[in-house]
T-cell receptor, first 110, second 114 residues
Framework: QKEVEQNSGPLSVPEGAIASLNCTYS??????FFWYRQYSGKSPELIMS????GDKEDGRFTAQLNKASQYVSLLIRDSQPSDSATYLC??????????FGSGTRLLVRP | EAEVAQSPRYKITEKSQAVAFWCDPI?????LYWYRQILGQGPELLVQ????????DSQLPKDRFSAERLKGVDSTLKIQPAELGDSAMYLC????????????FGPGTRLTVT
């Protein structure tokens, strides 16, 4: 069973801090990795995609990928209360099926 | 901005009734997905279409669920008969690539079966 694991949280950080969200995956053949943000009662919104080892930055968001360790992370700098949501890690497995983790709930305290 | 459209946004139905959901993908996206998301879990793929053809329906409960994309554009997912355990968010997503590409979700349909 191919798996994507995330800590369910909640991860609580003060406003202005860096939030660090982590994800591990089991399929070594995975090639594409995504982070989605999901507000309560809403659908997932794609915020980052990463395909190669290293860091990818987009505004306040940085995705980090380490295929050798089968580890993906998302850093959110200068966290805002509006960033409070559930963050879903998603991984395309070796058959290109998108597998989602159960999500990490982030709370940013004003 | 191009978006995936879904309707209805909310649906309440009694068990044993039939229910249908509609999805219109982003224009030009040949790949369309239907997912089910239970509260507290990540979305799980039900069926994937490439144009009008089913690519993957291995997780679709075929005794009660059916999906079609007759003209390779919009799609319908049907449940008949609905069961209490079908209560969930039904999400449609689309992608410009068959494999490995970014998927964009519609607003979803929240189904409650009573």
């Amino acid at each position: 069973q191919k798996e994507v694991e995330q800590n369910s949280g909640p991860l609580s950080v003060p406003e202005g801090a860096i939030a660090s969200l982590n994800c591990t995956y089991s399929d070594r053949g995975s090639q594409s990795f995504f982070w989605y943000r999901q507000y309560s009662g809403k659908s997932p919104e794609l915020i980052m995609s990463i395909y190669s080892n290293g860091d990818k930055e987009d505004g306040r968001f940085t995705a980090q990928l380490n295929k050798a360790s089968q580890y993906v992370s998302l850093l959110i700098r200068d966290s805002q209360p509006s960033d409070s949501a559930t963050y879903l890690c998603a991984v395309n497995d070796s058959s290109y099926k998108l597998i989602f983790g159960s999500g990490t709930r982030l709370l940013v305290r004003p | 901005e191009a978006e995936v459209a879904q309707s209805p946004r909310y649906k309440i139905t009694e068990k044993s009734q039939a229910v249908a959901f509609w999805c219109d993908p982003i224009s030009g996206h040949a790949t369309l997905y239907w997912y089910r998301q239970i509260l507290g879990q990540g979305p799980e793929l039900l069926v994937q279409f490439q144009d009008e053809s089913v690519v993957d329906d291995s997780q679709l409960p075929k005794d009660r669920f059916s999906a079609e994309r007759l003209k390779g554009v919009d799609s319908t997912l049907k449940i008949q008969p609905a069961e209490l355990g079908d209560s969930a968010m039904y999400l449609c997503a689309s992608s410009s690539r068959l494999a490995g590409g970014e998927q964009y979700f519609g607003p979803g349909t929240r189904l409650t079966v009573t």
